[in-house]
T-cell receptor, first 108, second 118 residues
Framework: KNEVEQSPQNLTAQEGEFITINCSYS?????LHWLQQHPGGGIVSLFM?????KKHGRLIATINIQEKHSSLHITASHPRDSAVYIC??????????WGAGTKLIIKP | GAGVSQSPRYKVAKRGQDVALRCDPI?????LFWYQQALGQGPEFLTY????????KSGLPSDRFFAERPEGSVSTLKIQRTQQEDSAVYLC????????????????FGPGTRLTVT
């Protein structure tokens, strides 16, 4: 069993739909990251959180420490949101434990 | 520069060739990380520098992989006698500090170098 698991692996939705990507982890963490990766490899950090909820534009990230679960939500999804979304857990040191990613496709 | 840069962006090497991948971190960032990302998978940690010191190289898959950061800024990942299984995207990230929580520890990623070994 991987220490960080994401679901779904692939998600296709229509423009405007509300999107939820889930991340469960089995290790103790100091922070959980959500990152976005577009074709071509570049990774952009979206959120880093250790409790509660963060919002940036149409993106919302929540984390439940007791349940070891985090979600990334996208409201009013748009084709430009199409990318791979990765959650990564960080323990007490610098190492990130990465999920396998969720490939999101938003159709116009 | 404003962000982490990597060069080349794409590299095709014949099996057995040596390659060198470069990472320019954000100016002033103490910590630098290299990751390897195989197709369809999440990144895997390779090595970590704090300034010029390589504090962790536990993720390097074999002794054909070598990384350096001689002056504590630019880093080079060298792969000797490349094999087909080395084909991947190599990501570099830097952070102001390492460990702990907060904006100072957030890792900023470069665009990656896609290495294809034929």
């Amino acid at each position: 069993k991987n220490e960080v698991e994401q679901s779904p692996q692939n998600l296709t939705a229509q423009e405007g739909e509300f999107i939820t990507i889930n991340c469960s982890y089995s290790v103790g963490i100091s922070a959980l990251h959500w990152l976005q990766q577009h074709p071509g490899g570049g990774i952009v950090s979206l959120f880093m959180l250790s409790s509660g909820k963060k919002k940036h534009g149409r993106l919302i990230a929540t984390i439940n420490i007791q349940e070891k679960h985090s979600s990334l939500h996208i409201t009013a999804s748009h084709p430009r949101d199409s990318a791979v979304y990765i959650c990564a857990a960080r323990g007490s040191n610098y190492q990130l434990i990465w999920g396998a990613g969720t490939k999101l496709i938003i159709k116009p | 520069g404003a962000g982490v840069s990597q060069s080349p962006r794409y590299k095709v090497a014949k099996r057995g060739q040596d390659v060198a991948l470069r990472c320019d971190p954000i100016s002033g960032h103490v910590s630098l990380f290299w990751y390897q990302q195989a197709l369809g998978q999440g990144p895997e940690f390779l090595t970590y520098f704090q300034n010029e010191a390589q504090l962790d190289k536990s993720g390097l898959p074999s002794d054909r992989f070598f990384a350096e950061r001689p002056e504590g800024s630019v880093s080079t990942l060298k792969i000797q006698r490349t094999q087909q299984e080395d084909s991947a995207v190599y990501l570099c990230a830097s952070s102001l500090l390492a460990g702990g929580f907060g904006g100072l520890y957030e890792q900023y990623f470069g665009p990656g170098t896609r290495l294809t070994v034929t």
